[in-house]
């Protein structure tokens, strides 16, 4: 897997990306079984995401469909490293008492 910086270098964006200041949506959250994203694949106007597992890395999933995975929120880690950045700012606190995916 490249990482970041290599493939924003071989796409020839690094210029671009180093002066953005860009939150991915979900970026507070973590997959809670998902350890990398190996490849995304794409057939009949449908992407697939093909992943290696946190407690077997040998093993594959195949998603499809990403909003119906289970997540967690990553906590005060993500907050302190926006704010050392300096890419945000703390403007309310919400502590949520349960979450219920249906």
Known sequence: NENF????????????????YI?????????SDIED?????????QRYFVTSLKTNI????????VGDLQFEYRGRDIVLKTLQLDLGDIIARLNPLFSLKL
Do not use: W
């Open 5 to 20: 910086l290599e493939r924003a270098e071989r796409l020839e964006v690094l210029e671009a990306l180093t002066n953005a």
């Open 23 to 31: 939150l991915p949506h979900g970026g507070g959250y973590s997959l």
């Open 58 to 65: 040998s093993r594959l999933k195949i998603i499809r469909n």
């Open 37 to 45: 994203v190996l490849d995304i694949l794409e057939y009949k106007d």
